[in-house]
Nanobody, 120 residues
Framework: QLQASGGGLVQAGDSLRLSCAVS????????MGWFRQAPGKEREFVAA????????TYADSLKGRFTTSRDNAKNTVYLQMNSLKPEDTAVYYC???????????????WGQGTLVTVSS
């Protein structure tokens, strides 16, 4: 089970940190990904982190503003979002995959999503 939290309503320029708590899996063996889906749009890749936490990958448009990290002792992955913009408004999903990358099909398990709304 993946439980995302931390979403909410913020203003442009604010920061927000999302968390995703994982249970029922051997968390430390899974790559973790973040995706988002804006109203009327397809789900898109945001960030990924390998099982060890050594390697992170980001959508090109988000590099420098978003950072993902993980704490394997707490079975939790994080997404720090800075300088938020109205176009970042979306439901954010965390996902777990044994070979997770930038593609949706690479993840076997998904959380329910948490809504982030950025007002201008």
């Amino acid at each position: 089970q993946l439980q995302a939290s931390g979403g909410g309503l913020v203003q442009a320029g604010d920061s927000l940190r999302l968390s995703c708590a994982v249970s029922g899996l051997t968390f430390s063996t899974y790559d973790m990904g973040w995706f988002r889906q804006a109203p009327g749009k397809e789900r898109e890749f945001v960030a990924a982190i390998t099982w060890s936490g050594i390697t992170t990958t980001y959508a090109d448009s988000l590099k420098g503003r978003f950072t993902t990290s993980r704490d394997n002792a707490k079975n939790t992955v994080y997404l720090q979002m800075n300088s938020l913009k109205p176009e970042d408004t979306a439901v954010y999903y965390c996902a777990a995959g044994l070979r997770g990358g930038q593609l949706i099909y690479e993840y076997e398990y998904w959380g329910q999503g948490t809504l982030v709304t950025v007002s201008s």
